[in-house]
C-alpha cells in the first residue's frame, strides 16, 4: 500500500495528488484517497439524517460514482468537491425516495387487489379442471348426467332429476355415490388432484 504524503498539505491538495497518481494507475492511490476523503464523505451523507446503513450505501455509490466517471474531472484539485457534491446529491435522492415509500402490510395491499386469483393459481384450477373433465366424460353417459345435474345445483331437485333421468328417486342418491366413486377411480389414475 502507498502511504498519504508526508507533508501537511491541505485536503485538497493530498486528494489532488492522490487522484492524479490513481488515474495514472498507480497501485493503491484510490486505497490512499478512500482512507482520506470517506471520513468527510460520512459527515456529508449523515448531515442528511440516514441511517448508518444507508449512510454506507451512499457512500459507496459516490466511491463508484468516481471509478466510472473519474475521467470526467479534468481538474484534480476539484475531486474532494465533485465526491462531496456528490455525496450530497445522492443522499438527498435517498433521503427523498425514503420519504416516499411507505411500508404498506399485506391487507392493505389485499384490500386494493381485485379479487381474482392470481396468474399461476388460475393455471393450476384450469388444470385441475380439464382433469375433472376429462375423468368425467370417461364415465357412463347416465352418470356423467347425473354428476352435472347434482353439481350445477346447491340444493337439486330429486324428483325433477328422477324425471329427467328416468329413475326412481330413491335410486338417486346411491346412484351418485357409485358414480362419484368411478370419478374418484378416474381421477386417481389421472393423477388426482
Known amino acids: 500500500m502507498s502511504e498519504l504524503p508526508t507533508e501537511t ?9 492522490l487522484f492524479e497518481r490513481w488515474r495514472a494507475g498507480e497501485q493503491g492511490a484510490l486505497d ?21 446503513s444507508t ?10 460514482t468516481l471509478v466510472r ?7 484534480p484539485r476539484a475531486v474532494a ?11 438527498w435522492r435517498v433521503s427523498r425516495a425514503s420519504g416516499r415509500q411507505q411500508p404498506t402490510d399485506d391487507e392493505a395491499i389485499a384490500r386494493r ?4 386469483p392470481a396468474p399461476e393459481g388460475q393455471v393450476v384450477l384450469d388444470d385441475d379442471n380439464a382433469r375433472l373433465w376429462g375423468c368425467l366424460g370417461k364415465l357412463p353417459e347416465r352418470c356423467q348426467r347425473l354428476l352435472r345435474i347434482v353439481a350445477a345445483e346447491a340444493r ?16 338417486i342418491g ?3 355415490g357409485r358414480c362419484l366413486d368411478k370419478l374418484r377411480r378416474e381421477l386417481a389414475q389421472a393423477g388426482g388432484f
Open 69 to 75: 466517471s473519474g475521467d470526467s474531472i479534468t481538474e
Open 55 to 64: 449512510a454506507e450505501d451512499v457512500v459507496q455509490t459516490t466511491w463508484l
Open 156 to 171: 337439486p331437485d330429486y324428483s325433477a332429476i328422477a324425471t329427467e333421468l328416468g329413475m326412481p328417486v330413491g335410486s
Open 32 to 52: 490512499d484517497l478512500v482512507r482520506l476523503l470517506s471520513p468527510m464523505l460520512w459527515q456529508v451523507v449523515r448531515a442528511s439524517r440516514l441511517d448508518p
Open 113 to 116: 387487489l381485485p379479487d381474482e
Open 81 to 91: 468537491g465533485w465526491l462531496t457534491t456528490t455525496a450530497r446529491r445522492e443522499a
Open 9 to 17: 498539505p491541505s485536503v485538497w491538495e493530498a486528494s489532488a495528488r
Open 174 to 176: 346411491p346412484t351418485r
